[in-house]
């Protein structure tokens, strides 16, 4: 049937678009119909070129929806779509850094397997990665303003990266502004000094998407070292609480609820589930409290003697 309506369009069908000025190649790029772009830009290739009203061409789409074989089959076909941006000053490289869905690790796998078969790929990948949009961002920094470690890892990678290219200065992240450990060189030695600057800051892009616990780890980082006095101190608060409490779970043992059987000196709820729940709480607190006394002491021992 879209053959038979594309033998017969002049043009128009084609090319017609909605209210919010998408073609038939936005909706077939966005629901991956392989088949159909196919069949679309074989029909007239200037389709690739077609913006929305947002200013996304059909590549913006396919990389917006994580369609790794829409891209490529775009790139294959129309390979200058790259340089089309959108209302934002944005390529597909923008717009794939913005998204979870790792399409630009892949791109870039693609990339380096294909280098001596279509090494055009490579150039074009490398040129959108460095290219700033309206705000002056490239996709590097919106990855790491997503915190999108495994878009970040990629485009970290020394064949993508040009520092002279890519200002680290305006990142989003909390630790980069009072820590800016980067310098603009192109040298090895500065590369390998970002990069581990990146790498051990690799748990902080995880636990993101947990600010409390990113927060609770960063303090404990950031808190000086507690000296020897404080700390045999917690450890003897700790351990004077540890003792009290198995002095009272001992004495619990022989003073049961109800009391005893004075004819056989048994306890009177001795035959209550809840009397045995009670003396097996019983027992694993006394187990619990006296293990963590003898712990302590060793600790504070050990600390003491160091």
């Known amino acids: 049937m879209a053959n038979e309506l594309l033998k017969l369009d002049r043009g128009s069908l084609a090319k017609s678009s909605d209210i919010l000025e998408s073609t038939p190649l936005h909706y077939a790029a966005s629901i991956e119909a392989y088949s159909m772009v196919r069949r679309l830009l074989n029909h007239d290739a200037s389709l690739a070129y077609c913006n929305d009203s947002l200013g996304l061409s059909p590549l913006h789409v396919a990389a917006l929806k994580g369609h790794l074989n829409m891209v490529v089959e775009f790139l294959q076909n129309n390979l200058d779509s790259w340089e089309l941006l959108d209302h934002r000053g944005r390529n597909f490289f923008h717009v794939g850094a913005e998204m979870p869905n790792n399409i630009i690790k892949q791109l870039l796998k693609i990339a380096g397997k294909a280098r001596s078969t279509w090494p055009e790929l490579r150039e074009v990948l490398c040129k959108a990665s460095f290219t700033r949009d309206n705000d002056g961002n490239t996709p590097l920094q919106i990855a790491a303003r997503g915190r999108h470690r495994r878009t970040l890892r990629a485009l970290l990678r020394k064949e993508w990266v040009d ?34 600057h990146y790498k051990n800051l690799d748990k902080v892009v995880e636990t993101a998407k947990y600010p409390k616990k990113w927060l609770r780890t960063y303090s404990r980082e950031q808190d000086p070292p507690e000296s020897s006095d404080a700390l ?31 004819t056989d000196g048994t306890p009177v709820l001795g035959k209550k589930y809840a009397f045995r729940a009670f003396i097996l709480a019983d027992v694993v607190a006394f187990v619990s409290s006296f293990s963590s006394t003898f712990y302590l002491i060793h600790l504070g021992t050990n600390h003491s003697g160091s």
């Open 163 to 196: 520092f002279t290219l890519t200002s680290l200065d305006n990142l989003a992240f909390p630790y980069d502004q009072s820590n800016p450990q980067v310098s603009q060189s192109t040298t090895d030695e500065s590369y390998e000094k970002i990069y581990q």
């Open 232 to 262: 045999a101190t917690k450890i003897q608060t700790i351990a004077l609480g540890s003792v009290l409490i198995a002095t009272v779970t001992f004495a619990a043992a022989f003073t049961p609820p109800g009391g005893y059987n004075s």
